[in-house]
Nanobody
Framework: QVRLAESGGGLVQAGGSLRLVCAASGRTFTVYGMGWFRQVPGKEREFVASINKIGSITSYADSVHGRFTISRDNAKNTVYLQMNSLKSEDTAVYYC?????????????????WGQGTQVTVSS
């Protein structure tokens, strides 16, 4: 079992930055791809970014491309999401996810382990 814990969320003004951190524990050696998703109340959870095991391939949603950067430090079992130029529409609960079946994926169903989420609120 892989356990994930997000941190780094909070309240920020539009145009500002935040860095989310996801710490993995447990059977981390089984993890391949990692990803970030977000959800707004009343809407479905949506893909934000993903990264493969060695960090050589990344993928982003069109809405965040060029503003967000995903990275990982396997020695620390940690994944990061650097969010710059934040907009009010980035307000959501952000979830970290781990896949034990795919190295590079954007599909929510490929991620079997999820964190509890961290709230990001961007004020305009």
């Amino acid at each position: 079992q892989v356990r994930l814990a997000e941190s780094g969320g909070g309240l920020v003004q539009a145009g500002g930055s935040l860095r989310l951190v996801c710490a993995a524990s447990g059977r981390t050696f089984t993890v391949y791809g990692m990803g970030w998703f977000r959800q707004v109340p009343g809407k479905e959870r949506e893909f934000v970014a993903s990264i493969n095991k060695i960090g050589s391939i990344t993928s982003y949603a069109d809405s965040v491309h060029g503003r967000f950067t995903i990275s990982r430090d396997n020695a620390k079992n940690t994944v990061y999401l650097q969010m710059n130029s934040l907009k009010s529409e980035d307000t959501a609960v952000y979830y970290c996810a781990a896949s034990e079946i795919r190295d590079y994926t954007k599909r929510e169903t490929d991620f079997g382990s999820w964190g509890q989420g961290t709230q990001v609120t961007v004020s305009s």
